[in-house]
């Protein structure tokens, strides 16, 4: 009886964890579309009314990077946020940015665009991917 139970549960199991490799594969996928599609938004409206200046880079850690720079009307502004595409910045630099002039909380680095999110998030959903799908066919496999 208890050799019974156990082989039906077996099974059951590895139904359960493919069915979770899948929605977690899938959230994944997910959330790294959304980032693009945020990314290629946030451009967009940059796009629409931009302005451009020299800003410092102020600070640089893990989860942004700050920088200090002025609006043609004298303003100085901080973005709490952070700088987008800060990639190779460091504490001291100057660079070009773009920001939205009527919003100077959204800023860019100059010449840099979504398209810097592609690669990234692409390799990380191939990977991603080419984990989940032999996992999954393996579980399957050895129901």
């Given at each position: 009886m208890v050799q019974q139970v156990t082989d039906t549960r077996r099974p059951l199991a590895r139904r359960w964890v493919r069915r979770g490799v899948l929605a977690l594969a899938?959230?994944?996928?997910?959330?790294?579309?959304?980032?693009?599609?945020?990314?290629?938004?946030?451009?967009?409206?940059?796009?629409?009314?931009?302005g451009y200046a020299n800003a410092q880079v102020v600070a640089d850690d893990f989860t942004r990077t700050l920088v200090r720079f002025y609006t043609s009307d004298g303003a100085e502004h901080i973005p709490q946020t952070g700088v987008l595409y800060p990639a190779g910045l460091r504490v001291g630099d100057v660079v070009q940015v773009e920001y939205r002039q009527d919003n100077p909380e959204l800023v860019r680095v100059a010449g840099r665009g979504a398209i810097v999110t592609l690669l990234p998030v692409g390799l990380t959903l191939l990977g991603v991917w080419a984990v989940t799908v032999p996992t999954v066919w393996w579980l399957r496999r050895r129901m």
């Open positions: 899938s959230v994944i996928t997910f959330l790294g579309v959304v980032l693009v599609v945020a990314a290629w938004t946030e451009d967009i409206s940059i796009d629409s009314n931009t």
